[in-house]
């Protein structure tokens, strides 16, 4: 009975493998979501500092134009 439960009791050997598992999954997802802030950090940088992009991106999508510009929306 005592081997029984140091392998299926609730802290048990399988409980502690699963909980294992689990903290390698989570760990996993910690690092993918590191690497994604990492890159919109710097495009966020790159947004800031650059006007060009600036104009591009309000441009797109917003639709502005500059003065004496027209604009044309063909629809599909």
């Known amino acids: 009975m005592l081997i029984l439960w140091d ?5 048990g050997v399988w409980k502690l ?10 760990y996993a ?3 993918q979501a590191d690497k994604e802030n990492t890159i919109l950090r710097k495009r ?3 947004f800031q500092k650059d006007k060009n992009l600036q104009e591009q ?20």
């Open 44 to 46: 966020l940088e790159a």
């Open 57 to 76: 991106i309000v441009r797109q999508r917003l639709g502005w134009v500059k003065k004496n510009e027209v604009l044309y929306k063909f629809v599909d």
């Open 17 to 26: 493998h699963k909980i294992r598992d689990q903290r390698k999954a989570l």
């Open 7 to 11: 392998v299926a009791g609730p802290y």
């Open 29 to 31: 997802q910690v690092v």
